[in-house]
């Protein structure tokens, strides 16, 4: 019985021969490890099981606001534990607490540690002070999919909203997050699309923040 | 005298509570312990935006127990009411605890905000009590 199918052969242990149920009984999650070497997941085992758990919900609300809520729940839940498991292991030994510093985090560090790569962009919007964005121009897990034309603006980074929402919400910043398309023209490439992650902060942590600004 | 250890979510429901030694009828503290433990609570959430540590050191104190505090990082809040036991094992035995929980947390079928029933984690939590404070 194999624990982790999907992860890299790279240390070729002989998982496949037979281990006793009283072995796996053993194998507590609270005896295991948390450091570990970074373990990676092929694209294809994740987008398969993106798209079967798109499909599933699709079969469970009847407009597409609905379906990016529910894959937003569905994020809210990676959010948390990343969060939990990042601040622990990376040795980092700091919490954010300072608007700035945690959306740097969510940026750089998660983003890293989930996609490899740092978000392209992180701006402010204009104007207002509780809206932020984070720019991306290809959402990983939208690489293989294509939206069908009668879905209209569902885009299925909403998941990856949800994650931002839940590493937030979890280290005390309520925000409201959604994921948009948004057309771009540069004078230098075609016309192209990119994903942005509105991020629309509560009136408590505004407050927060002004107070700690002193 | 004995030590009180709990765990509190962000919105302030208990989820685990632990004493050592275990708990017994005639201990009459016991809830006196509680009820400081929940009182430290206010001054908890000031401390938590006042510093970007996890280990909080004691916030608190009544006559002579101390309150100490751990925050993680989506603020699920771990306190620990004791007298006089030395910080160093308090601070120790806090982060490992910390470490148990965060790899409860992982687990996808945890509720975070739940109460904690895993007989596996309340083992270790109590062994943890022995390495320390006993």
């Known amino acids: 019985m194999e624990l982790r199918r999907f992860t890299q052969p790279s240390a070729t242990k002989p998982t496949h021969t037979t281990v006793s149920n009283s072995e796996i009984a053993k194998w507590n999650i609270l005896d295991r490890p948390l450091t570990r070497s970074r373990e990676e997941l092929y694209l294809s085992t994740f987008s398969f099981l993106f798209a079967e758990a798109v499909q599933y919900l699709q079969t469970r609300v009847q407009q597409v606001s609905e379906l990016e809520e529910k894959l937003n729940q569905l ?69 293989y999919i294509s939206v069908p034309k009668d879905f209209g603006q569902l885009n299925c980074a909403a ?31 075609l016309a192209f699309t990119v994903t942005i992650f509105m991020i629309r902060l509560d009136e408590s942590v505004m407050n927060r923040e002004r107070k700690l600004a002193g | 005298m004995a030590i009180t250890f709990v765990i509190v979510s962000p919105q302030d429901q208990l989820l685990y509570e632990a004493t050592f030694p275990p708990v017994s009828q005639t201990d009459e503290t016991a809830h006196l312990r509680e009820f400081i433990l929940f009182a430290s609570l206010d001054i908890l959430e000031q401390v938590v935006w006042s510093t970007r540590d996890f280990y909080l050191k004691a916030i608190d104190r009544f006559n002579d127990q101390i309150i100490y505090g751990l925050v993680t990082a989506s603020s699920v809040r771990l306190l620990l009411v004791s007298d006089g036991k030395s910080e160093e094992a308090v601070k120790n035995f806090l982060q490992e605890a910390y470490e148990l929980y965060v790899k409860l947390a992982l687990n996808p079928f945890f509720e ?23």
């Open chain 2, 112 to 134: 975070p905000c739940k109460p904690i029933l895993s007989t596996s984690f309340h083992e270790r939590i109590q062994k943890l009590g022995k390495k320390y404070f006993v």
């Open chain 1, 75 to 143: 994020g809210y839940r990676v959010g948390q534990r990343a969060l939990e498991l990042l601040c622990f292991r990376e040795k980092l030994n700091r919490r954010e607490i300072r608007l700035v510093s945690i959306l740097g985090f969510i940026r750089v560090q998660l983003w890293k540690f989930l996609f490899k790569k740092s978000a392209d962009y992180l701006k402010k919007v204009t104007d207002r002070e509780d809206e932020y964005y984070i720019e991306e121009e290809e959402p990983l897990v939208n690489r």
């Open chain 1, 159 to 189: 998941f990856m909203a949800g994650i931002i929402r839940g590493a937030l919400d979890s280290a005390g910043f309520t925000a409201s997050v959604s994921a948009h398309y948004i057309h771009r023209e540069e004078k230098s490439r």
